[in-house]
């Protein structure tokens, strides 16, 4: 049974606009949840992350949105850019292990 | 760029034939861990390792066997190949494997079981 849910394949938005890639979590033993960035034929390259006592943390044009309360995350690119056109896969861990757990992933495309 | 090297890049194999895909770090780095990434199902860890000689089994351990018997080296090795074992591979290094350690990924192994 999936832990981490990304249940958007995929999202296409057009450049300069916001892109939100959102998450669910049914395990409330998580607390700590990642965003991973892939290219084709790269492997996954770490992008933000954020702890479960925090509801949101920033970085440049990254944003991360933690609601405990509906165990949902949403990663926020603002303006997005042709170049974020990649699989953004969320992640989330639990104190017992930091081992993550990752979501299907979705495929962001960015229109110029 | 973490020093991650994966060997080979790209494999065909036969099902029944065995096969050992490596990982090389040059970080020196402690935790390291075996991903298979599959359409439909992201990341699956299949193995992870805490330290020389230290592993343990992750959600798809399943006719997976590694070793590690230096800090810098991480072996996945499918006794018995199916194609179900289809897949592309990805080793990834942590420091310390703690909430402050996020993992670092090499560039993955696509191998194809025919």
């Known amino acids: 049974d999936q832990q981490v849910k990304q249940n958007s394949p995929s999202l296409s938005v057009q450049e300069g606009r916001i892109s939100i890639l959102n998450c669910d979590y049914t395990n409330s033993m998580f607390d700590y949840f990642l965003w991973y960035k892939k290219y084709p034929a790269e492997g996954p390259t770490f992008l933000i992350s954020?702890?479960?006592?925090?509801d949101k943390n920033e970085d440049g044009r990254f944003t991360v949105f933690l609601n405990k309360s509906a165990k949902h995350l949403s990663l926020h690119i603002v303006p997005s850019q042709p170049g974020d056109s990649a699989v953004y896969f969320c992640a989330a861990s639990s104190g017992g292990s930091y081992i993550p757990t990752f979501g299907r992933g979705t495929s962001l495309i960015v229109h110029p | 760029d973490a020093g991650i090297t994966q060997s080979p890049r790209h494999k065909v194999t036969e099902t029944g034939t065995p096969v050992t895909l490596r990982c090389h770090q040059t970080?020196?780095?402690?935790?390291m861990y075996w991903y298979r990434q599959d359409p439909g199902h992201g990341l699956r860890l299949i193995h992870y390792s805490y330290g020389v000689k230290d592993t343990d089994k992750g959600e798809v351990s399943d006719g997976y066997s590694v070793s590690r018997s230096k800090t810098e080296d991480f072996l996945l090795t499918l006794e018995s190949a199916t194609s179900s074992q289809t897949s592309v591979y990805f080793c990834a290094i942590s420091e310390s494997g703690g909430r402050n350690s996020p993992l670092h990924f090499g560039n993955g192994t696509r191998l194809t079981v025919t």
């Open positions: 954020i702890s479960s006592i925090k």
């Open positions: 970080e020196n780095h402690r935790y």
